[in-house]
C-alpha cells in the first residue's frame, strides 16, 4: 500500500482490538483473530495490532508478534493492518522488519517511555525509526513538551503517514495543522470519539477508537456525521457513548481496556482479564452499570452480537 493510500485510510476509523488470554494468562492467538475478524467485518477503515488497547506494554517482543501474525490472520485482507511497535529504537526498528515480513500494512510507533526522554530526541526516535522501516509509520504522539517545530518536522518525514495526536493541547495540534505541508502526514485525533469532535473542527482527520471491539456501528456513525460536517449528529452520538468512555478513565485510565474487554466478554466472547498493572476486572458496581450500558445498546442494534464472531 502506498503511503498516500495509507493516509486516505487514517482517515477514517483506526479502531484498536483487545488481545485475547486462555486460562493460563497467555495469548491466545485463535480469539485473539477471532477478535480481530470481528472488527474488520464491521467495516473499519484501518486496525491497529497491539495497541494500547490490545495492551502493548504488557506484552513481550514474542507476544507482539504473536499478535500481529493473528491481526494479519483475521483481518484476511479486508483492511490495512497497522502494527504496533515500540520500546527501544533498535527493538522497534527490527519490530518494524518483522511486521512487514508478517504482511502488515504500515507500522505505528507507541511513544517512547524513557523517563528521561527529550521532546526534539523522541521526534528523533520516530524519524530514525520511520528512516528504518520497510513500512509506512504513524508516530504516536502522546507526551507534553512538543512544539510546533518538532510537529512540522515529524510531519514532513517522507515515509510519516500520519500522527495519531493524543494529546488535549489544540492549540498546539491547530498551529502545527497549519503550519505543515498539506501534502505531508496527516493529524488524526488518538483520543478516541469523545475528542473526535473538538479534533476535527482543530484540522484533523480520521480518529481512533476502543469502541470497535463491541460497538463498531457507533464508531462509524461519528465518522460519518463527522465527514458530512454534522456537528451536531456527531455530538449527539458522543453523548450516548459519554457513559462507556468515561468509565474507561477511571483509576487515571487504569480502567481503560477493563472496561472494552468485559464489554466483550458481554457479547459472549471471553477475552481474558486485563493484565496488570492495569485494572485486571471491574468490580461490582461498575459491572452492573456497564451491562446496564449495553443492553440498551444492544436493543438499539448498535452492538456486536455473539452471531457475528
Given at each position: 500500500?502506498?503511503?498516500?493510500?495509507?493516509?486516505?485510510?487514517?482517515?477514517?476509523?483506526?479502531?484498536?482490538?483487545?488481545?485475547?488470554?486462555?486460562?493460563?494468562?497467555?495469548?491466545e492467538p485463535r480469539t485473539t483473530a477471532t477478535v480481530y475478524r470481528r472488527v474488520a467485518i464491521a467495516g473499519i477503515h484501518n486496525i491497529v495490532a497491539a495497541g494500547n488497547t490490545g495492551e502493548f506494554y504488557a506484552l513481550t517482543p514474542e507476544e507482539i508478534r504473536s499478535v500481529h501474525e493473528a491481526?494479519?490472520?483475521?483481518?484476511?485482507?479486508?483492511?490495512p493492518v497497522t502494527a504496533a511497535i515500540g520500546r527501544s529504537l533498535r527493538e522497534a526498528i527490527r519490530m518494524a522488519k518483522d511486521a512487514a515480513a508478517i504482511g502488515?500494512?504500515?507500522v505505528m510507533s507507541h511513544q517512547p517511555v524513557d523517563p528521561f526522554a527529550a521532546p526534539s530526541a523522541q521526534i528523533d526516535y520516530f524519524c530514525s525509526l520511520a528512516d528504518a522501516s520497510p513500512l509506512p509509520l504513524v508516530a504516536y504522539v502522546r507526551a507534553d513538551g512538543f512544539n510546533v517545530d518538532d510537529m512540522v518536522r515529524l510531519a514532513a518525514h517522507g515515509n510519516i503517514a500520519g500522527i495519531k495526536f493524543a494529546t488535549p493541547d489544540l492549540m498546539l495540534l491547530s498551529r502545527a495543522i497549519a503550519a505543515s505541508d498539506p501534502a505531508g502526514a496527516l493529524f488524526v485525533c488518538g483520543l478516541a470519539e469523545s475528542w473526535a469532535l473538538s479534533f476535527t473542527a482543530a484540522g484533523a482527520r480520521g480518529f481512533t477508537s476502543g469502541l470497535v471491539n463491541v460497538a463498531p456501528q457507533l464508531s462509524l456513525a461519528v465518522h460519518d456525521a463527522l465527514a458530512k460536517g454534522d456537528f451536531e449528529a456527531a455530538r449527539a452520538i458522543i453523548n450516548r457513548l459519554e457513559p462507556f468512555e468515561r468509565?474507561?478513565?477511571?483509576?487515571?485510565?487504569?480502567?481503560?481496556?477493563?472496561?472494552v474487554k468485559e464489554a466483550v466478554a458481554h457479547s459472549g466472547l471471553n477475552v481474558g482479564p486485563v493484565r496488570v498493572p492495569g485494572l485486571?476486572?471491574?468490580?461490582?458496581?461498575?459491572?452492573?452499570?456497564?451491562?446496564?450500558?449495553?443492553?440498551?445498546?444492544?436493543?438499539?442494534?448498535?452492538?456486536?452480537?455473539p452471531a457475528d464472531q
Open positions: 500500500m502506498s503511503i498516500a493510500t495509507m493516509r486516505q485510510a487514517l482517515r477514517g476509523v483506526s479502531g484498536v482490538p483487545v488481545t485475547a488470554y486462555d486460562g493460563n494468562g497467555e495469548v491481526a494479519v490472520s483475521g483481518v484476511d485482507g479486508r483492511a502488515a500494512t504500515a468509565m474507561r478513565t477511571k483509576f487515571r485510565n487504569g480502567a481503560n481496556v477493563t472496561v485486571p476486572l471491574l468490580d461490582q458496581k461498575d459491572r452492573e452499570e456497564l451491562v446496564r450500558l449495553l443492553k440498551g445498546w444492544e436493543v438499539a442494534g448498535d452492538i456486536l452480537a
